[in-house]
T-cell receptor
Framework: GQSLEQPSEVTAVEGAIVQINCTYQTSGFYGLSWYQQHDGGAPTFLSYNGLDGLEETGRFSSFLSRSDSYGYLLLQELQMKDSASYFCAPGGDDKIIFGKGTRLHILP | KAGVTQTPRYLIKTRGQQVTLSCSPISGHRSVSWYQQTPGQGLQFLFEYFSETQRNKGNFPGRFSGRQFSNSRSEMNVSTLELGDSALYLC??????????????FGDGTRLSIL
């Protein structure tokens, strides 16, 4: 079967670091993507991990452990504009699975 | 380069009616996927089209259908609308199938409200 778990909400302070975890189960897994969606906006691609390890893109980093079916998104130097929903999206069996996402609240 | 275009942006229908939503992908993109987004269920995969063929389908009833044209434009149809079909319908395009490192580009969606 397929399953996807990430926290529904996370709160952090501006300037801090926050980690959003994702555990998944999907057959034919081949990689994990992360998307950001602001209220009223369309999801936008943040990062992709096809291999184990850390991928860094500016203030954002994403990690994947295939053996643990686990990944996380790390956001550093948080800014108010980072307030959004974040979706991890494992790809498997020729389709990408999204879920309910994690709502990130940034406090000033 | 123009982004993914979805029309209409907003739509109001009544129960029992049918609706057709349109999606024009980014030029050169051959894969089009459709998603339903609701507050309770999040972002749920509907189906994916590539080269005018449905390649994958999510767990939605047969009332939900789609097609893709030779120019990669896609339409989604929902028949016999139910109140629970009220949602944001998002279309996403990508260059190819099974290429996660080539991101999906989403349109702004069609907000469908069923009265």
């Amino acid at each position: 079967g397929q399953s996807l778990e990430q926290p529904s909400e996370v709160t952090a302070v501006e300037g801090a670091i926050v980690q959003i975890n994702c555990t998944y189960q999907t057959s034919g897994f081949y990689g994990l993507s992360w998307y950001q969606q602001h209220d009223g906006g369309a999801p936008t691609f943040l990062s992709y991990n096809g291999l184990d390890g850390l991928e860094e893109t500016g203030r954002f980093s994403s990690f994947l452990s295939r053996s643990d079916s686990y990944g996380y998104l790390l956001l550093q130097e948080l800014q108010m504009k980072d307030s959004a929903s974040y979706f991890c999206a494992p790809g498997g069996d020729d389709k990408i699975i999204f879920g309910k996402g994690t709502r990130l609240h940034i406090l000033p | 380069k123009a982004g993914v275009t979805q029309t209409p942006r907003y739509l109001i229908k009544t129960r029992g009616q049918q609706v057709t939503l349109s999606c024009s992908p980014i030029s050169g993109h051959r894969s089009v996927s459709w998603y339903q987004q609701t507050p309770g269920q999040g972002l749920q995969f509907l189906f994916e089209y590539f080269s005018e063929t449905q390649r994958n389908k999510g767990n939605f009833p047969g009332r939900f259908s789609g097609r893709q044209f030779s120019n990669s434009r896609s339409e989604m149809n929902v028949s016999t609308l139910e109140l629970g079909d009220s949602a944001l319908y998002l279309c996403a395009s990508s260059l190819d199938l099974r290429v996660l490192d080539q991101p999906q580009h989403f349109g702004d969606g069609t907000r469908l409200s069923i009265l």
